[in-house]
């Protein structure tokens, strides 16, 4: 097995013990016996856990990269790949990013750069959505009910019913396109 699959492995195993037990359940020990390595193999990739953890934003991060290229280069635009990517899509990453912002409040383990690396992540869709909007504070509405959505989803808050959401994102993209900046 390459470093590359042992570390892939072990980065599953810190996300499947996040979304089951919580981060109270993380230790290297746990990890280690979920990833079936040793201790010493999964000190090799990740000298601690604060280390793992680092790596699971990292993991993260290169999924927002991707979402953010989407919304700037893609055909949608970013009002409506920041809406749609506002609403988990399986509870396993509603739970996943739950843990992570549990971790982070925490900050026990936590290094400074992943803390920053996530307030990056959110904040850089603000940004996206400034850079495409003309109107300054229709693109801080948007934001900040998608933001809300995210939040009251993973946090498990009672939703509106689908369609009411639908057209509240429909009615925000109505609202975006009469302010879009062209390509």
Known sequence: MNASNTRDRILDSLQDILIGEGYSGVTLEAVARAASVSKGGLLYHFPSKAAMLTGL??????????EFREAR?????VVRVFLRTSLPQSPEERELYWAVIAALR???????EATRRVQYLFSHWGELLHDELTDPVLAEIILRAGDGLYMAAIAGLPQPEPALTQEMIDRL??????VRRPR
């Open 173 to 178: 993209v109505e609202a975006s396109d009469k």
């Open 57 to 66: 934003i990292e993991r993260l991060s290169a999924l927002a990269e991707e």
């Open 106 to 112: 925490g900050r026990e383990d936590m290094p400074e």
């Open 73 to 77: 280069e893609g055909p949608e635009g």
